[in-house]
């Protein structure tokens, strides 16, 4: 079974982050379950100094799971790879208990997407738009000809990503 991906898109500053955290409530109101991947650009780490498992972690453990009651966590060291690949971070989800995975950011990624664009931002909206594109959220009229849901009405795009689930 494969879970359908849906990246967010848009230019640092835009606010994916703070869509996403507006999307997923009502998505889930609409009965939709969405997992997340989060790409970075940055050194990142989920562990903290001086807990067993990152010190087990920096043993030189190549994966380390972290369980309690509560959840799961899975650390991988990846020093070799040269880049990210989406399809095998989304294939580590447990596909029985999504509905679609929401992808903050890989631009470069042939998923569908949808581009994020502020009046005021530091690139074009055209550099964000590929041939997986659906539609694109902003704050102003663009002449696109794609559906244009308005940044700032969450509940419009959780409707939209809901009927495009359904097709």
Sequence with gaps: MTVP?????????????TLLKQ??????????????IK????????????KDSYELRKAGADQVLVASQ??????????ECDAVDLHYLASRMDATTL???????????AVPKIV????GAKGGVEELLD????????????N????????????????FISNWLKK
């Design 5 to 17: 991906l849906l990246a967010f898109v848009a230019w640092s500053g835009t606010g994916k982050t």
């Design 23 to 36: 999307l997923i409530p009502l998505l889930k109101a609409y009965g939709i379950r969405p997992g997340l």
């Design 39 to 50: 790409h970075t650009h940055h050194q990142m780490d989920v562990d903290t100094p001086g």
């Design 70 to 79: 509560q959840r799961w966590a899975l650390m991988s060291e990846t020093p």
């Design 99 to 109: 509905d679609i995975v929401l992808v903050e950011g890989f631009k470069g990624e």
């Design 116 to 119: 994020l664009w502020r009046a």
């Design 131 to 142: 041939g997986n594109v659906i539609a694109v959220a902003s704050n102003c009229a663009l």
């Design 144 to 159: 696109v000809s794609l559906p244009l849901l308005d940044i700032n009405q969450p509940e419009i795009i959780a409707a």
